[in-house]
């Protein structure tokens, strides 16, 4: 069983940074692509950056300039920097990855965490 787990969100004043956290745990042989996405109030689930197993990532052009995604595999955790905090970014964000589980022949498979709230207000 795998579980993720996001972490650091909060009541932030706009113009303040931001580190979110998820840790991957459970049976977990590899994990592929990570992502963040975020929901805002009243509108769809919006997808803000991926990163490969490799480091690669790739952002969402609203976000461009501010947000930062990096991961560390020894630790099975993914994270999302964000700068110069918006209104506009209040947000729960979800964790997202593709984990390999229990060995090299088993099929990765997309899991979910269950969100960390930010929210930008003055």
């Known amino acids: 069983q795998v579980q993720l787990v996001e972490s650091g969100g909060g009541l932030v004043q706009p113009g303040r940074s931001l580190r979110l956290s998820c840790a991957a745990s459970g049976s977990i042989f590899s994990i592929d692509a990570m992502a963040w996405y975020r929901q805002a109030p009243g509108k769809e689930r919006e997808l803000v950056a991926t990163i490969a197993s490799g480091g690669s990532p790739n952002y969402a052009d609203s976000v461009k300039g501010r947000f930062t995604i990096s991961r560390d595999n020894a630790k099975n955790t993914v994270y999302l920097q964000i700068e110069s905090l918006k209104p506009e970014d209040t947000a729960v964000y979800y964790c997202?990855?593709?984990?390999?589980?229990?060995?090299?022949?088993?099929?990765?498979?997309?899991?979910w965490g269950k969100g960390t709230l930010v929210t930008v207000s003055s």
């Open positions: 997202n990855a593709a984990i390999r589980v229990g060995g090299p022949l088993n099929n990765a498979m997309g899991y």
